[in-house]
């Protein structure tokens, strides 16, 4: 298995508070993806990265901001988290850009 | 309009029996296309990319049709274990894949 590592894994917090999740990689590839699964919808990105400091917006990126300093870590923030965006979150990684994506764990996240 | 679309499911089949699924995809420009497998609660996996000239895996095969833009995935000789939810993914040669909601199998003994 890829070795990517999402954490926390599971977490529950209230509205109107900040929320950083945190996805690591061991496997030096140059692009990472946040992804958020909601039932109905399957699994829409968030944010991707091609890059140290290079990331773009996804399809559902209102509320979340990306930042990557560094190859190995790529972290997900919710700024101030609502309702809306209780989800299971996947990080997934990729060599090359248009070749299979190797998924985390997930983060499961309650914004009560 | 999505950019992928997949019928839901379930399908319910016995062990043995083989089953297809189909996927539509949107954006006659896109190149690569993979099915995926993930079961409950858990993380999508690899299942197998899908080549323009149909490729298998041991029970599984993997078909495109451009023209109709639409990808398959055959199953023969189902297992139990085989049960999960099946997601075909399309990207469009830049950054960005697109998911389907995913095809529930559920295969009874």
């Known amino acids: 298995d890829a070795g990517i590592t999402q954490s926390p894994r599971h977490k529950v917090t209230e509205t109107g508070t900040p929320v950083t999740l945190r996805c690591h990689q061991t496997?030096?590839?140059?692009?990472m993806y946040w992804y958020r699964q909601d039932p109905g919808h399957g699994l829409r990105l968030i944010h991707y990265?091609?890059?140290?400091?290079?990331?773009d917006k996804g399809e559902v990126s209102d509320g979340y901001s990306v930042s990557r300093s560094k190859t190995e870590d790529f972290l997900l923030t919710l700024e101030s988290a609502t309702s809306s965006q209780t989800s299971v979150y996947f990080c997934?990684?990729?060599?090359?850009?248009?070749?299979?994506?190797?998924f985390g764990d997930g983060t499961r996240l309650s914004i009560l | 309009r999505k950019e992928v679309e997949q019928d839901p499911g379930p399908f319910n089949v016995p062990e043995g029996a083989t089953v297809a699924f189909n996927c539509t995809y949107s954006n006659s420009a896109s190149q690569s296309f993979f099915w995926y497998r993930q079961d409950c609660r858990k993380e999508p996996k690899l299942l197998m990319s899908?080549?323009?000239s149909g490729n298998e895996d041991g029970r599984f095969t993997a078909q495109l049709n451009r023209a109709s833009q639409y990808i398959s995935l055959l199953i023969r000789d189902s297992k139990l274990s085989d049960s999960a939810t099946y997601l075909c993914?399309?990207?469009?040669?830049?950054?960005?894949?697109?998911f389907g909601s995913g095809t529930k199998l559920n295969v009874k003994p």
């Open positions: 993914v399309v990207n469009n040669n830049f950054n960005k894949f697109y």
């Open positions: 496997e030096n590839h140059r692009y």
């Open positions: 990265s091609y890059g140290v400091k290079d990331t």
């Open positions: 997934a990684i990729s060599k090359v850009r248009n070749q299979p994506q190797h």
């Open positions: 899908v080549y323009s």
